[in-house]
């Protein structure tokens, strides 16, 4: 090719390109015709309705460093863009030419971006020819080198040792690229029709683009390696442009955030460590192969690791989509369920959960401890249990007040783990307290959830284990919740022999009503509060609402002394939080769970800082395309993670293994904390 030619080839890739493609919506709008814009100088590959609407703001876009672009192999017009932020649009062209000509573009310009984002951390040598085989040279060259006064700090820090192998790495990998290079000039160089091998068969793009997005790979592993060599003890920071502790930056400022990479060096730098450590970090751990069942989490851990957590809910738009799918495909999947199917076997579409995990749902349940540390300074035996069965109606309202649009959470693999604290400043002793809360899932058949709860400063825990089974039940769903859930509280002073007191408890019933219109959740059933080391006790009754008439979320609770005779009545409605109290010699009062103390700010680990088996790193590539209302997406991500763990149970059962809980261990009918 002729320089001139190359340049005005080089000249048309740098302008934006335009032009209609059909994208894929979802399951019921299908395929629709949209206007796609890329925009070679921001990265941006966006779309709108139509042309008509093309000065006016996009309705969606994504940017390209660090983007996959793959042919499909459903057919020859069909074809993917992945952004590194998880998002991906499914693209179809008129033809095979046609998407050539897309994947080609958006290949160069994914290519272009990723490079700012990899020469951020760059190799400490491009040229390999400053690395002598003396080490005293290779030194030397380092500190002489007019250009490096501040990285060759840094340099010389560096063991020689590892100098040489990321050079090794990287003559490797200018193999590879050659190598590359190679065959995608011998693909295009076949004929793109005829009735031999063509640049447009299947099996020859998918080679192709295999080829290209396993070197993108290595070139963004090698930069991550790098600059994690250069800070070894850093922590992961918050970039300059406002980005979330979790997630490195947010949706909402990619676009202006990724123009102040191209024009800053610095903010290039800073976003590119951003994106490089906390995304794709999260996202190679997502798919990890390794099968070691231990975790290499440290069992206390440092809590200065923690950062509040933003707590995600379904957009307007994609709850829209999702009532819109839930209301046909409900009434399909009716149609095959008969009276009394157990729905914990049944895979629902992910368009009927809620973007956490059971384990997060359960976690939100203690997040008004203040009730815990009055009732330990209590020295009335009666009067603390009717704090307990204050404090357990608290505990059922904020979970179900998080379940927004009784929606699933997700069902919790085995193994899978979820790690959270509270901070709360106590009132009398102005001491700041931690609360910890550890849930691990310890069985998959029956499904069976272990949960630990402490504030060790103040010698409380609550701990238990819960198990789902839901039933599908004509007009309604039924779910059994069993288990068993014990509080313990440190010794009164009123206490003989100075033993913990033991408040053991059990779950209520839970119904999914009018799911084929407006769906709702309420508990039913009686639950019983036994303390074996006072001799007191008490019956808490939730009652169903009536199907004429009748208020929803009403409950009794009978408190009785040691001797049996009641103390104490409590009633009202529990979802609002205002109940009244009586007792038995004449005196009452009102309760409000409300005003008992403000919802703590759940904190939790950063996402580069967890575990591959913790439920918000596990389930972040799904509730990402879930809030964002993909759910073809959000379903593939969840089939990934539930396939991923057949498979170590398969390869368990293949090697005569069973599976043992990394911090739970089995006690009787309880499950609790290994010591």
Known sequence: MSKSKENHVGMSLRQISEGQLLKYTNMMKGWQNRWFVLDPRTGMLEYFMSEAERKQRPRASLHLAGAIVVPSEEDSYTFSVNAANENSFKLRATDAKERQHWINRLRVVAQAHTQVLAESNPPLFRDHSQLSSSNLSTSSAISASPHNTGPSQKMLSCNLTV???????????????????????????????????????????????????????????????????????????????????????????????????????????????????????????????????????????????????????????????????????????????????????????????????????????????????????????????????????????????????????????????????????DEDSGEMLVFRFLAEQVSHNPPVSAFHFECPQRGLSVHGNLSIKAKFMGMYVGVALGGDLVLELPPHKQSQEGDTEKYEMTFPMLYLRSFLSEPWLEFGGKINVNCSESRSSAGIVFQTKPFYGGKPHQATAEIKTH?????????????????????????????????????????????????????????????????????????????????????????????????????????????????
Not at 204 to 233: G, M, N, V
Not at 249 to 269: A, G, H, T, V, W
Not at 297 to 312: G, K, M, N, R, T
Not at 640 to 662: D, L, P, V, W, Y
Request: include cysteine; charge should be negative; charged fraction near 25%.
């Open 163 to 425: 100098l040489d192998a990321f050079s090794g790495v990287r003559d490797y990998l200018r193999r590879v690229e050659c190598e590359h290079q190679r065959l995608v000039h011998d693909i295009e160089s076949l004929p793109s029709s005829g009735s031999t091998t063509t640049c447009t068969d299947t099996e020859i793009l998918i080679l192709k683009a295999t080829s290209q997005a396993t070197l993108l790979c290595l070139e963004q592993c090698l930069a991550i390696l790098h600059y994690q060599q250069q800070q070894p003890t850093k922590p992961v920071k918050v970039n300059s442009a406002g980005s979330s502790p979790l997630l490195g930056y947010s949706n909402s400022k990619k676009s202006m955030e990724f123009k102040q990479i191209s024009d800053s060096p610095r903010l290039r730098s800073e976003s590119a460590v951003s994106v490089l450590s906390d995304k794709n970090l999260a996202n190679v751990g997502a798919y990890s192969s390794d099968t070691n069942e231990s975790s290499s989490v440290p069992v206390l851990d440092d809590e200065s690791q923690y950062v509040p957590i933003a707590e995600e809910s379904l957009s307007p738009i994609a709850q829209e989509m999702g009532n819109e799918e839930y209301k046909g495909r409900t009434l399909k999947l009716l149609s095959q369920l008969k009276l009394g199917t157990e729905l914990t076997k049944v895979n629902l579409p992910v368009f009927c959960c809620e973007p956490r995990s059971l384990l997060q749902v359960i976690a939100d349940a203690f997040r008004q401890p203040h009730l815990l540390l009055k009732m330990a300074k209590e020295s009335d035996a009666d009067h603390r249990m009717a704090m307990v069965v204050q404090w357990y109606l608290g505990c059922i309202r904020a979970c179900h007040l998080e379940m927004t649009a009784a929606r699933k959470p997700f069902n919790p693999v085995l193994g899978e783990i979820f790690k959270c604290i509270w901070n709360m400043k």
């Open 563 to 675: 001797s049996g005779n009641t103390a104490a009545r409590i009633s009202g409605d529990w979802m609002s939080g205002v109940m009244e109290m009586s007792w038995v010699n004449g005196q009452s009062e009102s309760i409000d769970l409300e005003t008992v103390g403000e919802w703590l700010e759940k904190k939790i680990r950063r996402i580069c800082d967890q575990a591959d088996d913790e439920s918000y790193k596990l389930w972040h590539p799904v509730r990402q395309n879930l809030v964002s209302g993909d759910f073809q997406m959000a379903t593939e991500h969840k089939r990934m993670i539930e396939e991923r763990s057949r498979e170590k149970e398969r390869k368990r059962h293949n090697q005569g293994m069973s599976f043992c809980a990394t911090y739970f261990e089995p006690n009787n009918d309880l499950w609790v904390r290994k010591k």
